[in-house]
């Protein structure tokens, strides 16, 4: 509890994004944090070919009571989706025994808007099932694999022999032997495809139909973008990942670091859309029929 009780109340929200999109929950997103109408999360499920909806609140407190179950409850009634509804409740703490009972009540007598509760116990299983490690109060994104870092049918000094072997009066048998060291270093790939008509009165004034693919270096501090060796490394390799081991490695290499992802999977999404917004955000000059130019951005 100790590392989700320092997490602040939107940080709770973007851990439990990340955790539903992990589980394989489709079209997950925050409601609008200026206008908090008891829906922090909202996503969507398939079950036996039908999509339902799922409303969540996030309570990063240390009891929820049975007026946030029931508050809840009255949100989901109200939520505009054409199909089944359901809710959920995600705390860092626990559920007090009148909120347990409340949404028990709503199971038995097979209410259409159930709710399910997720306490901060569930929370912690759920991670470590879906590979979130908690780290020094920082909500870290692991990858179990990535680009194999030498050649398995060669030994992992063979690169440095391979070096010496055509320098006159060295003999490669005769070098030392090299200290070997590998660092593995947190990448984010993202492809996004961009689709927009703009049109006004006079018709279509401006398309875009775009494919972005950018690497972009993830360890702590700002994301920044990886140069072209290192994008081609990452984009045309995907097919040659390895299963992420530190263990294996250490039996190969004298000593291996692997540095850690510094933001959220859901920071790295705001950043790259932000990003790309940027990027496509243009001023566009049209004439109407009256023959007055006008422009938009």
Request: proline letters at 4%; aromatic letters at 8%; charged letters at 30%.
């Amino acid at each position: 509890m100790a590392v989700l009780d320092d997490l602040s109340g939107f940080e709770f929200e973007d851990l439990m994004e990340d955790v539903f999109r992990n589980l394989g929950y489709e079209n997950v997103r925050q409601a609008e944090r200026t206008a908090d109408e008891g829906r922090d999360v909202i996503m969507e499920e398939v079950v036996d070919g039908t999509r339902r909806a799922i409303i969540v609140e996030c309570k990063h407190t240390g009891t929820v009571g049975r007026p946030v179950v029931q508050k809840l409850h009255s949100a989901i009634a109200t939520f505009d989706f054409d199909g089944p509804k359901r809710g959920m409740v995600a705390t860092t703490g626990r559920f007090t025994n009148p909120a347990e009972e409340y949404a028990d009540r709503l199971q038995r007598n097979d209410d259409p808007y159930p709710i399910e509760l997720i306490d901060g116990e569930d929370l912690r299983e759920i991670a470590d099932e879906i590979g979130l490690d908690l780290y020094n109060g920082r909500i870290e994104i692991l990858c179990d694999e990535t680009l194999r870092p030498y050649d398995p049918a060669a030994d992992v000094d063979a690169p440095v022999q391979e070096a010496f072997r055509d320098i006159e009066n060295i003999g490669a048998a005769d070098l030392p032997v090299p200290h070997s060291q590998v660092t593995f270093r947190p990448v984010v790939a993202i492809t996004a495809d961009t689709n927009a008509v703009f049109e006004t009165s006079v018709g279509v004034i401006h398309r875009i139909n775009d494919r972005t693919q950018f690497v972009v270096h993830a360890e702590r501090g700002h994301p920044k973008v990886a140069d072209d060796e290192v994008a081609t490394l990452v984009t045309e390799n995907f097919h040659a990942t390895v299963p992420l081991d530190t263990g294996q490695f250490t039996e190969v290499f004298d000593d291996v670091d692997e540095r850690r992802f510094g933001q959220t999977q859901t920071k790295y999404k705001e950043w790259a859309v932000d990003r790309l917004q940027d990027y496509h955000t243009t001023t566009v000059t049209y004439t109407g029929d009256n023959n007055v130019t006008s422009c938009c951005t």
